[in-house]
């Protein structure tokens, strides 16, 4: 199968997507959230539509570029049966299942956020920072993890390997209990107590001159984004084999990535305070991943080598909608 866009015939389209976001991120934290603040629902449910809306338009402009661009290329055109139209179809549908599937795994993140940031007393006007460079982190580690893949895929065994990793991080996800977050356990952040004196201030400032010996100290701040650069990096084993189940584009798989990861903030907001009322997301997560990994291995070779990706879409919308309805109906009965 050829692939729709090289790297090497696309390469304006990275930095040009890369520039336009770190763009928004920049008018977000400088303009729009220049002054630290405790976020509130109704910001949180404005900027949630935003970024989601924005995810829709430039879909909408991928697939009409994809429209004028494919019939130009040559080197599609020279493929037996290619046919324009179907291409861009499939391409921004990929798009929107990505986008879709990495929204709702952002979910899992929650719950790491809300104790680290619970841990480390971080006040609720500084937390938007904290996960502001928290994800700016992300962004970097989930590009390398991406071009990573994309070398890898290239291999059959790859393929079966990364497939069988998500049935079995389906099945732990549903069955594996309850998720524990331990920051002082971590290694690194371990290593870097013993080289880096840290201190309790809450000012804003990621690192502080000590006034006793002038030496430059770490806050809780600096500390809780590298233990959430630390947790992404954990998350990003099981999202990006996950995406690739969806599409082999890499263009794809980095655009849908970022935009879903550029909504995680807004999502910690909306649900930091009732993340144990969609007590079972956690079994419609796990189905999600399940069936992915067995459209990466078996479904696809079962469908002429690409199961039809506006089932793919239709199975992870009406079992992650599933799992929440099935949340609200029968509530989780709350412990003392």
Do not use: C
Request: proline fraction near 4%; glycine fraction near 8%.
């Amino acid at each position: 199968m050829a692939v729709l866009f090289p790297f090497a015939d696309y390469w304006w389209f990275y930095a040009g997507f890369t520039v336009l976001v770190f763009g928004m991120l920049a008018l977000d934290l400088g303009v729009f959230h220049r002054h630290a603040h405790r976020v509130s629902m109704r910001e949180a449910s404005t900027w949630a539509v935003v970024w989601i809306s924005l995810a829709l338009l430039f879909n909408y402009g991928f697939y009409r570029y994809m429209l004028h661009a494919f019939p130009l290329d040559p080197r599609l055109m020279a493929i037996p049966g290619f046919d324009p139209p179907a291409a861009a179809a499939q391409a921004a549908l990929e798009f929107l299942g990505g986008y879709v599937l990495e929204y709702s795994l952002s979910v899992d993140n929650i719950f790491v956020f809300v104790v680290v940031l619970n841990y480390f007393g971080i006040p609720g006007a500084l937390q938007h920072r904290v996960l502001f460079f928290g994800i700016l982190g992300a962004l970097f580690f989930r590009a390398a993890f991406i071009a990573l893949g994309a070398l890898l895929l290239r291999f059959e065994w790859v393929v079966w390997l990364f497939g069988a990793f998500l049935v079995v991080t389906g099945f732990k996800l549903m069955f594996g209990g309850a998720n524990e977050v331990h920051p002082d356990e971590n290694p690194v952040i371990r290593a870097f107590r013993r080289l880096v004196a840290v201190t309790s201030d809450m000012s804003g400032a990621f690192f502080q001159r000590l006034p006793q010996t002038g030496r430059w100290a770490a806050t809780p701040l600096f500390i809780a984004v590298l233990f959430l650069e630390m947790t992404d990096i954990v998350f990003a084993v099981d999202s990006v084999p996950a995406i690739f189940g969806l599409t082999r584009e890499p263009l794809i798989v980095f655009t849908s990535n970022v935009f879903a990861i550029l909504g995680l903030r807004n999502l910690y907001f909306l649900l930091s305070g009732a993340i144990d009322v969609f007590h079972m997301l956690k079994y419609g997560l796990g189905i999600v991943l399940i069936f992915v990994g067995l459209k990466m291995t078996v479904l696809n070779r079962m469908f002429g080598g690409h199961f039809p990706i506006t089932w793919s879409l239709a199975i992870i919308l009406g079992v992650i909608g599933a799992s929440v309805a099935l949340s609200l109906l029968f509530p989780q009965a709350r412990e003392e």
